[in-house]
């Protein structure tokens, strides 16, 4: 099997990084392009350096990381410190990275590398607000019809929002962005917390993950510590959601993972649910499928494949 040739468009975040750590303990099935910064979870001052940050953790310098969109195409940016912390990646202390920023624009970037690869072949996987995607596909309409696919974390239909009663936080950070990207015509796979939240880091897991006993591992548990502690409060459950390696867990064992094609459209306009992912599961509307919508997780076997490649960096 060819590796798949992927581009992760994030806003790290701890579950942002440990998406970047699992694509890049894969190597026999993922080829990463590069690395899109977008604004999100923190300002993009500090998602493009906590990018770089994570790559170097990974050992893996070589790794190219663009800057992109610093705010939301409409709305004013919207972060999460209270979540991830100040810095977007509050927990272990990590040092300042030496590898460059890349010059060029994460726009430029992502629309350079379906330019050069034969269509089809390039995969995107945003797993922040969809700003870079949205401003690539806004700059070359035909832009989507090149992607091979675009794995997404973010939505919520039955499970509610974790920013509004409606909205998940990625989706109402940009919901015009999301509203593009939804309208593109490419094919999305996506990861709401509908799945995500049977996706916990229990106390058992996050053992697995201490007892690897690596420097990857250790700084890993530290971030999932940190990160846990807000969605433990405020869930009442043992560890919090993984949410965004569930795109690369997909990526590398989609039998991890069960969902049902269907319709889904972006509420963007409404008093009190912007942000909302619209999901027709029985096709009530009539209007085209456009995703593959993730209803289940093997959440242990996340963990196995998680566990097992965090070992390998
Ligand atoms: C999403 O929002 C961010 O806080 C996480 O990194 C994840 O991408 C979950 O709603
Ligand atoms: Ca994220």
Not at 28 to 45: F, H, K, R, S, Y
Not at 139 to 154: Q, T
Not at 280 to 287: Q, S
Request: with cysteine; net charge negative; hydrophobic share 40%.
């Amino acid at each position: 099997m060819p590796r798949e040739k992927i581009i992760i468009d994030t806003d790290p975040g701890q579950d942002d990084a440990l998406a970047i750590l699992l694509a890049l303990a894969s190597p026999d099935e993922l080829e990463v392009l590069g690395i899109t910064a977008v604004a999100g979870n923190a300002p993009l001052a500090y998602t493009q350096v906590n990018s770089r940050k994570i790559c170097e953790l990974a050992g893996r310098h070589d790794v190219k990381v663009y800057a992109g969109a610093d705010r939301p195409l409409v709305r004013e940016l919207h972060t999460a410190p209270e979540v991830h912390g100040s810095t977007g990646l509050n927990g272990p202390v990590l040092p300042e990275p030496t590898m460059p920023l890349q010059e060029e624009h994460a726009v430029d970037f992502i629309l350079r590398m379906l330019a050069e690869h034969p269509p089809g072949t390039v995969t995107l996987v945003p797993v922040g607000p969809l700003t870079n995607i949205a401003k690539a596909f806004m700059r070359d309409p035909g832009a989507a019809a090149r992607v091979k696919r675009i794995v997404l974390m973010g939505g919520a239909s039955s499970e509610g929002g974790n920013s509004t009663p409606t909205a998940e936080f990625n989706i109402f950070v940009d919901p015009h962005a999301a509203e593009i990207v939804f309208r593109s015509g490419a094919e999305l796979v996506m990861f709401p917390l509908d799945v995500t939240h049977q996706v916990l880091t229990t106390e058992r897991r996050m053992d697995r993950i201490r007892a690897i006993g690596t420097p990857v591992a250790e700084a890993s548990y530290q971030m999932l510590d940190y990160y846990r502690q807000y969605d433990q409060k405020k869930y009442g459950t043992d560890g919090g959601p993984l949410h965004d390696p569930c795109t690369i867990a997909w990526l590398l064992n989609p039998a991890l993972f069960r969902g049902r094609r269907c319709n889904v459209e972006i509420e963007v306009d409404s008093p009190l649910c912007t942000g909302q992912t619209v999901v027709d599961r029985w096709n009530v509307t009539k209007r085209p499928i456009n995703t593959l919508y993730m209803q289940w997780a093997d959440s242990d076997g996340f963990f196995d494949l998680l566990t097992e490649r965090l070992a390998r960096l």
